[in-house]
């Protein structure tokens, strides 16, 4: 039986990112994923929150990782995605699914909203029937966010999704993405762009175009139809699922495969086999049989409670594969709606290495890694951190290997 160099379990940002790390240094990895996890819902952008604040909390999962790894990782990060921008130390403005404005960390070019700060005029593009999205609402806090630009809306029409329209059905973003993606896509979006370039020939200087779902920095087609355009177009974030999380997605799965990465889907890891503090292998379940992988080192990057990796009962909770002690808050829940919440803490406790604790601080497996959501003491929501500390604990990880 073959005896990989580290098995993946997980295929979340946090373990495609280790995977691709440990395959570039050329070990002989596999990812073993149950499903696609959180990224194909996210808006592939990647929040650092306050990193340095952050990462002089006790226990936050940036405390485990220097500055230097931090920086290794976002370098890699550029190096491996040439078409995001940002950094994870000062935020750049981004338009929310509503128009309003926020700070992120890393984004596809395509998502900087820097663009509008200049604008004098801004076109709203509204595909109709996108899905949760509302153009009214969406121009009117445009206006408001950019006062100094007059907003209009611009509807836009496809033959393709005629019937759709005659029914009254919504269209998903990533149905309209695909379309634009297409060659015949492409050709209309060209002819219409140009269209609306040529009707607003005088403002050209500060014309702005806002377009949801389009998620251009990951498709070549669209891509040289943008640098060909004389003025800018901006992509705000949509509600899931979002087109750019599930470019990401499949954009880093083929990375990892090109690099001669074994990526097993429909995996579900079942038990682990412990031996004197050491994990020798995994059986899982996968299309009905069961099967048992060996490997040097195991990187756990199963997304915590809500990916599947940590299982919540009515009288238990335990991480479901190496049986890993938790930390568990002994208040679950608190009453502020919009605030912290306390059992986002729950999660495994690391050390420097990111090898899984006892109790006691001594380390439970010392062939076995922890990131992302697995780890304990965040909360992802309130840190604005969930993309930082999956990148940067995932390349860390896949260092380990
Ligand atoms: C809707 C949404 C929006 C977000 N928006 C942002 C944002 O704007 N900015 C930002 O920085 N972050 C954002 N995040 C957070 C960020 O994307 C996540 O923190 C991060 O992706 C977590 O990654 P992960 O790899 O740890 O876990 P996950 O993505 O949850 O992946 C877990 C993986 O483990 C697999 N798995 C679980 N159990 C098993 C098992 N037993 N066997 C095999 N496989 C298993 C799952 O199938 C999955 O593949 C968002 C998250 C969500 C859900």
Same mark, same amino acid.
Not at 192 to 202: N, R, S, T, V
């Given at each position: 039986?073959?005896?990989?160099?580290?098995?993946?379990?997980?295929g979340?940002?946090?373990?495609?990112?280790?995977?691709?790390?440990?395959?570039?240094?050329?070990?002989?990895?596999?990812?073993?994923?149950?499903?696609?996890?959180?990224?194909?819902?996210?808006?592939?952008?990647?929040?650092?929150?306050?990193?340095? $604040?952050?990462?002089?909390?006790?226990?936050?999962?940036?405390?485990?990782?220097?500055?230097?790894?931090?920086?290794?990782?976002?370098?890699?990060?550029?190096?491996?995605?040439?078409?995001?921008?940002?950094?994870? $130390?000062?935020?750049?403005?981004?338009?929310?699914?509503?128009?309003?404005?926020?700070?992120?960390?890393?984004?596809?070019?395509?998502?900087?909203?820097?663009?509008?700060?200049?604008?004098r005029?801004?076109?709203?593009?509204a595909?109709?029937?996108?899905?949760?999205?509302?153009?009214?609402?969406? $121009?009117?806090?445009?206006?408001?966010?950019?006062?100094?630009?007059?907003?209009?809306?611009?509807?836009?029409?496809?033959?393709?999704?005629?019937?759709?329209?005659?029914?009254?059905?919504?269209?998903?973003?990533?149905?309209? $993405?695909k379309?634009?993606?297409?060659?015949?896509?492409?050709?209309?979006?060209?002819e219409?762009?140009?269209?609306?370039?040529?009707?607003?020939?005088?403002m050209?200087?500060?014309?702005?175009l806002?377009?949801?779902?389009?998620?251009?920095?990951?498709?070549?087609l669209?891509?040289?139809?943008?640098?060909?355009?004389?003025?800018?177009?901006?992509?705000?974030?949509?509600?899931?699922?979002?087109?750019?999380?599930?470019?990401?997605?499949?954009?880093?799965?083929?990375?990892?495969?090109?690099?001669?990465?074994?990526?097993?889907?429909?995996?579900?890891?079942?038990?682990?086999?412990?031996?004197?503090?050491?994990?020798?292998?995994?059986?899982?379940?996968?299309?009905?049989?069961?099967?048992?992988?060996?490997?040097?080192?195991?990187?756990?990057?199963?997304?915590?409670?809500?990916?599947?990796?940590?299982?919540?009962?009515?009288?238990?909770?335990?991480?479901?594969?190496?049986?890993?002690?938790?930390?568990?808050?002994?208040?679950?829940?608190?009453?502020?709606?919009?605030?912290?919440?306390?059992?986002?803490?729950?999660?495994?406790?690391?050390?420097?290495?990111l090898?899984?604790?006892?109790?006691?601080?001594?380390?439970?497996?010392?062939?076995?890694?922890?990131?992302?959501?697995?780890?304990?003491?965040?909360?992802?929501?309130?840190?604005?951190?969930?993309?930082?500390?999956?990148?940067?604990?995932?390349?860390?990880?896949?260092?380990?290997?």
């Open positions: 039986m073959i005896v990989w160099d580290g098995i993946i379990i997980g979340g940002l946090a373990g495609l990112v280790a995977g691709i790390t440990a395959a570039e240094r050329g070990k002989q990895v596999m990812l073993v994923a149950e499903g696609i996890g959180s990224l194909s819902f996210t808006s592939g952008v990647i929040d650092f929150g306050d990193f340095n $604040a952050l990462r002089d909390r006790q226990d936050h999962p940036f405390s485990h990782i220097s500055e230097d790894q931090a920086l290794q990782s976002v370098s890699k990060w550029q190096e491996l995605c040439p078409f995001y921008t940002g950094s994870w $130390a000062k935020g750049q403005p981004i338009l929310t699914p509503l128009g309003e404005i926020r700070p992120a960390g890393y984004v596809p070019y395509s998502l900087s909203a820097q663009p509008l700060e200049a604008a005029e801004i076109v709203l593009i595909p109709q029937g996108l899905k949760d999205f509302f153009p009214g609402l969406f $121009a009117s806090n445009l206006a408001l966010n950019f006062p100094q630009a007059i907003v209009t809306i611009k509807p836009l029409q496809v033959d393709r999704f005629a019937q759709h329209y005659s029914l009254g059905k919504s269209i998903l973003p990533s149905d309209y $993405a379309y634009w993606a297409s060659v015949e896509g492409t050709d209309y979006l060209r219409f762009l140009m269209g609306i370039i040529g009707e607003l020939a005088g050209k200087e500060g014309l702005v806002v377009f949801p779902g389009l998620s251009a920095s990951f498709e070549p669209l891509r040289d139809l943008l640098k060909s355009l004389t003025v800018s177009i901006v992509e705000p974030t949509i509600f899931p699922p979002s087109p750019v999380g599930m470019n990401l997605y499949q954009f880093l799965r083929k990375k990892f495969k090109d690099l001669g990465g074994e990526f097993l889907t429909n995996g579900k890891v079942e038990a682990a086999v412990i031996e004197e503090g050491y994990c020798p292998s995994i059986s899982l379940q996968s299309h009905g049989k069961t099967l048992e992988l060996k490997a040097k080192s195991f990187v756990l990057a199963t997304g915590g409670i809500f990916g599947g990796g940590i299982q919540v009962g009515p009288r238990t909770i335990r991480e479901g594969i190496f049986d890993c002690p938790l930390f568990i808050p002994e208040q679950w829940t608190s009453d502020g709606f919009l605030g912290p919440q306390p059992y986002t803490q729950t999660g495994i406790e690391v050390d420097a290495e090898h899984p604790l006892r109790s006691d601080g001594e380390i439970y497996l010392h062939n076995v890694y922890v990131c992302g959501r697995m780890l304990a003491h965040w909360d992802p929501w309130t840190d604005h951190c969930g993309g930082g500390v999956a990148l940067t604990t995932g390349h860390r990880a896949g260092t380990m290997i």
